[in-house]
Structures are given as structure tokens and as C-alpha cells.
């Protein structure tokens, strides 16, 4: 560019005029810079707006040469950039390198390069050459050389064994969510539809409790008063952040309370474990619009023994009369499925190998079966689309699975049930979500009757066995957000508090696979949740016999809320190295207790009253009629709490947050669990 002259420097700068060292410094930025008189004077009107210089000086020019290099520097490193990606070509997609190819390694991809595969027939798309039980680990990796393969991590009532039905069982899901409810409201949720929901659960648990005399009457938060009284709401934090003593409020419900939220005063409560969006009843004294609480319930007490006998009886006939017929054995795993190191599915695989040799009745697989924080995934080094990658590398080997014991004429044939993950790199991550769609012709007409594809969360049966399951992380979400306080015994002989138990509880108490609300936010592991959908779909539409919880924390196999078995199997695959998988097999409640249940279990002889089957479908009927009953988001605050009466239909309905009468712990003698490394 032409050289600058001084007269244009003091026509573009007049500050300059009359001072030669101003304009001898101007003209050597200019020539080192590369800089027209005109670019000068707009960087000395950027240092102006930034340093609030207002004179020109030698030490104001200093900076304007410190701001001219930083600029030079800054528009050389976006040429070098755009250099090298010119010098590199544009992308080759479905390529890959070097550094990436031992991903695959063992996995039988196809490299013939793309020029010769026309001349040689080959697909152009790359493929997998699977065997008919996958793949092993390759070579050297930290998964193939692992110990302690099988080692049992976790076990419940090793007296009992691993024992499957004799005849061939049906799965079938328990009234399964329509895909319009969990598909209408993503991306286009509304404010008031969602609101109305999270204030129908309010409202329930105010209709289960009026005109019960053993609580005392209920009262709005937003009512001060001398007398103790009991205040239904949501529990909820003050602000952002985890919920504290000082942070907490109830919020009730805007039919008897408009809505409003009041703080909670827990120093004169013994015991509660509470977390945010929790439906609670709180019984003390509201002074001031502070409650000062006495007794946290979050279920309903228990009733008498005659509704237990009814309960019993109505559970019985509603199951059929196969269930508890038979021992139903059930194998669960929860993902990832692949080691981080390669994409062979060898855990995968060495699982499918596992179930061949114990044969459950059900194999349950949750997902993410593609997983999207998998190195590959994420780095976007697969040579495939993430629906191949799941079509070849888990459908495949499942068919091929199947069909083998087709053809061995296997007298039974067990059932494999997949749900879905957020974090599934070929699905959306909204939770809940829809079942898995299997491609068109990925299954023949003869393994379709196996195959089970169900949405997440889900509650389903198998022969006769309700078992509840999602493949959110649930618990590790409680364990962050609970507030608990809980005494220890005095009785050195009483079993200690435990907390995996309690968090389970949750999930039974509020008849709900994900109560968190809101839910807690991780930009390391975000969770995505469609709240809408989450309430019309993600409840327990019964009480389940068997809740599989996979977690990031410690597996367990524990009695929950209403003696439900509650199990985390953990993931089948951690990091390099393998993780760990559950065996869980149901004895017949008919079955007479071997002499050595005595010594291992001693409340075994306790008798138990089958209300551990009552099916809590009252609570969705309830909570219909109060949508139903509010209309719209507007006419909900012409509902009074004292005008709506429990519609129970007779003794036998469990109530929506209930205890089920006396409560039984036979599960503790039925269920034989042992969680083994893989």
C-alpha cells in the first residue's frame, strides 16, 4: 500500500497537528502495521471508547501500537487457519485415519479403499462383518485381559438359586404411554398445560387425605393460625442451588392456597428426607407464613387390616391366576455396552454368552446402546451412521441370539425388553421418550415375537411379575438434591438407615421414575426433560414387584417403599474395563422356605399380606378427575379442597401415595439377586 503522508495523519487525527513527535510516531504504526491514515483513526476511536483516553500523547500512541499488533497477530492466525484447511482438502466423510481405526479393530470393517469397490462388488457404504454372538475384545485391551470375571459384587438370599419358569412366559407392557403424549409437547411445551399438571399432583394428594381423622385437618400455606394443622404443597428451594434448612418452602395448590409458597421450619421435626418437587404433607403450626413442622408424611398412613384383606384379594384377581405360579428369572444390564477404547461390543457380547448358559426368561437391556459420551461418538470418528452402529452391533447380535435357540428347538425362548437412553447418540435425548423403532427388515417375522421394544420409563410384566424400570440415573439426581435427616437407633440390634433403600423409596412414594422438579442442572451430563410429557407419562401406573434403578452409584439389591425389590445392576461397561450385571429370579410366594432362610433372613415366617401386589392404578384416576375436574389452567382455583371427596371404588383401591396395608416382606424370601462382574 502507498505510504502515508504527515499531512494526511493530521487531516485524519487532528490532535497530531502541531506536535511533529505525534506524527512521527503515527507514521511509523502506519508503515510497521501496514495501516492507512484512515485505519489509524479508527483504532485510535476504538482505544478512546475502550481505555477512555481523551488526549493524544506518546503514552496514549504506546497503547495504540499494543492494540494495533494484537489486531495484526489476531488477523494472521485466521489466515494461517484458513490456509491449512485449504491445504487439506475438504472432508472425506465415512473416512477413517490412522489414529482411529483401532476403534473398529476385530469388528470386520471393510477398508478396501473406495476406488477399488465398485471393481471388487463391495457396498460403498462401510459395513460390519459380525459373527453370530458379536464380537470378542481385541487383542491386548484392558476388557480382554480383565479378572475376577464373574466375581459376585452383590448377593440376596444365596440360599435360594437362579431358577427360571419350566414353560414359556409372555411380556406385555402395563398400560404403555401413547407416543403422542410423550412426542406433543417437545419443543412446543406450554406454560399453563404444564402448570396445571404439576398442581393436579397437589391437589391428589389433598383429596386422598380429606376426611381422614387420622392427620389433622387440612389448611392452606397460606393461613396462619395457633392450631396444629396439616399443609399439603411441593416442596421447593428458595433460589438456585442445592435445597438447604434455610432455603426451604411448600408450595400448595392453587385450589386452596392460590399457588402461594411458605417457609418451612424443620428444627422441631425428627426424621424427613425431602428433595425439590416432592409431594408432601407437612403437620405443625403456620406462624407468621412460616411453618414450623412437627411430622413430614410422604405417603399416607396405612389403613386397617380389612382393607389389607381386600387389597390382597383385588391384587390377586388383577394379576391373573398364573402369576406367582411359577419362578420367573430375569437377566438386566444397563449401558454403555462398549468399552471406551474400541466399538467392538465385546461386554455386549460376552453378556449374550452369559444368557446362554442361565437361559432367564427375560433378558432386560437400558440403554444408551449407542452411547454419545463414547470417545468415538463424540469425536465423530465412526466410519457409520449411529442407526448402522446400533442395527450391527446390538440388534444383529440379538436376532442371531435368538434364532440360535429357534434353532436348537429350545422349549422356551427367552424374551429380550430394550429401552431407550437420553443418552443414545441416534435418538432424541428428550426424556421420556418413545420405544426403540426397529428398522424395516432389521428382525424376521420369527424373532419379532421376542424382541420388546419399550419406552423409557416403562413398566411392564412378565409372567405375572410387574417389574418398573428407566434408564435415567434417578438416584444419583437424589442423592444430589436430598435433604435427610435421620436418627441413628438407639438398638444396637435395629438395622442402620440405609440410603440407597431410601432413595429408591422415592421413586415408589411418589409414584414416579423421575419426581425431581425441577430437574437439577449438569452441563457435564445434561439431562433434557420434557416436564409436560414427564407428567403425563413418566408414573408408576402400579405398584411394581421389581424396580430396576441402574445408577452410577454402588449396585445393590435392596427392599424399598411397600417391599418392592429395588435393584441398580450398574453399567456393563465402565471406561477400558468391564462393569458389572444383575441375575434376578422370583420364587413363587407358594414355595415352602428351606430351613436355611432361619438363619439368614430372620423375619422370614413373618406372615405377609399380599397387598405387595395391590396395583395403584386409584392414583391415575384420581389424578384424571382432577384435570378433568379443573378443565384448564383458569378454572382450577374454583376447586375447594373440603368439596371433593376420595372416590375410592370400596376397601380394596390403594390410595394414590398410600402404604399398602401391612406392608409384607415376603419379597425378602422370594427373590434370589446376585450382581456378578462381567
Wanted: one cysteine or more; a negative charge; proline letters at 9%.
Amino acid at each position: 500500500m502507498p505510504r502515508v503522508s504527515a499531512e494526511e495523519i493530521r487531516s485524519e487525527i487532528p490532535e497530531t497537528q502541531g506536535n511533529a513527535d505525534l506524527v512521527t510516531r503515527c507514521l511509523k504504526i502506519c508503515e510497521q502495521y501496514r495501516l492507512s491514515a484512515t485505519d489509524l483513526q479508527v483504532q485510535w476511536d476504538l482505544l478512546t471508547m475502550n481505555k477512555s483516553a481523551k488526549r493524544m500523547s506518546l503514552e496514549a500512541l504506546a497503547d495504540l501500537e499494543t492494540q494495533c499488533r494484537n489486531d495484526d497477530s489476531a488477523k494472521r492466525q485466521k489466515l494461517d487457519r484458513k490456509q491449512q484447511l485449504t491445504a487439506k482438502g475438504p472432508p472425506k466423510p465415512g473416512t477413517f485415519n490412522k489414529d482411529t481405526a483401532h476403534l473398529l479393530a476385530g469388528v470386520g470393517l471393510d477398508t478396501t479403499p473406495a476406488y477399488r469397490r465398485s471393481a471388487a462388488g463391495i457396498s460403498p457404504v462401510p459395513g460390519f462383518a459380525l459373527s453370530p454372538m458379536g464380537t470378542e475384545a481385541a487383542p491386548g485391551s484392558a476388557f480382554a485381559s480383565r479378572a475376577e470375571v464373574g466375581k459376585v459384587v452383590v448377593s440376596l438370599n444365596t440360599w435360594r438359586t437362579f431358577a427360571s419358569s419350566a414353560e414359556q412366559l409372555e411380556v406385555e407392557a402395563v398400560a404403555p404411554p401413547r407416543t403422542a403424549e410423550l412426542a406433543e409437547s417437545r419443543m412446543w411445551e406450554r406454560l399453563d398445560e404444564r402448570a396445571r399438571l404439576l398442581d393436579a399432583q397437589v391437589v391428589a394428594f389433598e383429596r386422598a387425605l380429606s376426611g381422614r381423622d387420622d392427620v389433622p385437618p387440612l389448611s392452606s400455606v397460606s393461613t396462619a393460625g395457633s392450631e396444629e394443622a396439616t399443609f399439603v404443597g411441593r416442596v421447593c428451594c428458595e433460589g438456585e442451588g442445592r435445597l438447604n434448612v434455610q432455603s426451604l418452602f411448600l408450595e400448595g395448590s392453587r385450589a386452596s392456597s392460590n399457588g402461594c409458597r411458605v417457609r418451612v421450619d424443620l428444627k422441631d421435626c425428627p426424621e424427613y428426607a425431602l428433595f425439590p418437587g416432592q409431594i408432601v404433607a407437612v403437620i405443625g403450626i403456620n406462624i407468621r407464613h412460616s411453618i414450623v413442622a412437627t411430622r413430614v408424611l410422604t405417603v399416607l398412613p396405612p389403613r386397617d387390616a380389612q382393607a389389607a384383606a381386600a387389597a390382597t384379594a383385588a391384587a390377586a384377581a388383577a394379576d391373573g391366576p398364573a402369576a406367582g405360579r411359577s419362578a420367573v428369572a430375569i437377566m438386566s444390564a444397563a449401558g454403555p455396552f462398549t468399552t471406551t477404547d474400541d466399538l467392538t461390543y465385546a461386554p455386549f457380547t460376552a453378556l449374550l454368552q452369559k444368557a446362554m448358559e442361565v437361559r432367564p426368561d427375560c433378558l432386560v437391556l437400558l440403554g444408551p446402546f449407542v452411547d454419545e459420551s463414547h470417545p468415538a461418538v463424540a469425536g465423530g470418528d465412526v466410519p457409520v451412521t449411529y442407526e448402522t452402529l446400533f442395527c450391527r452391533q446390538v440388534l444383529d447380535p440379538l436376532k442371531d441370539w435368538i434364532e440360535s435357540q429357534l434353532e436348537a428347538e429350545a422349549t422356551k425362548i427367552p424374551h429380550v425388553v430394550l429401552l431407550p437412553s437420553p443418552k443414545d447418540a441416534h435418538l432424541l435425548g428428550a426424556y421420556p421418550q418413545p420405544p426403540l423403532e426397529f428398522p424395516r427388515n432389521a428382525l424376521p417375522e420369527h424373532v419379532r415375537p421376542y424382541m420388546h421394544s419399550l419406552s423409557n420409563p416403562a413398566t411392564f410384566r412378565i409372567g405375572g411379575l410387574r417389574v418398573a424400570a428407566a434408564s435415567v440415573d434417578t438416584l444419583f439426581l437424589l442423592g444430589q438434591q436430598e435433604l435427610a435427616k435421620v436418627p441413628t437407633p438407639t438398638d444396637p440390634s435395629a438395622p442402620k438407615p440405609d440410603r440407597m433403600a431410601r432413595l429408591a423409596s422415592h421413586v415408589l412414594q411418589q409414584r414416579h421414575l423421575l419426581p425431581l422438579f425441577p430437574t437439577p442442572l449438569d452441563e457435564r451430563q445434561p439431562l433434557p426433560v420434557d416436564v409436560t410429557a414427564n407428567l403425563r407419562a413418566g408414573g408408576l401406573p402400579c405398584l411394581p414387584e421389581v424396580l430396576l434403578v441402574p445408577s452410577e452409584l454402588a449396585p445393590f439389591a435392596k427392599l424399598g417403599f411397600g417391599g418392592v425389590l429395588c435393584v441398580n445392576p450398574g453399567k456393563l461397561a465402565k471406561a477400558a474395563a468391564g462393569g458389572n450385571y444383575a441375575l434376578i429370579s422370583v420364587h413363587p410366594a407358594s414355595e415352602p422356605e428351606p430351613a436355611a432362610a432361619a438363619e439368614e433372613m430372620p423375619a422370614a415366617g413373618v406372615e405377609a399380606a399380599e397387598a405387595l401386589s395391590a396395583r395403584s392404578t386409584e392414583a391415575d384416576a384420581l389424578l384424571d378427575s382432577v384435570l378433568d375436574s379443573q378443565g384448564g389452567a383458569a378454572s382450577s382455583a374454583s376447586v375447594k379442597v373440603e368439596d371433593v371427596k376420595p372416590s375410592l371404588t370400596g376397601a380394596a383401591a390403594v390410595e394414590p401415595f398410600g402404604t399398602p396395608p401391612d406392608a409384607p416382606r415376603e419379597m425378602m424370601t422370594r427373590a434370589f439377586v446376585e450382581i456378578k462382574k462381567i
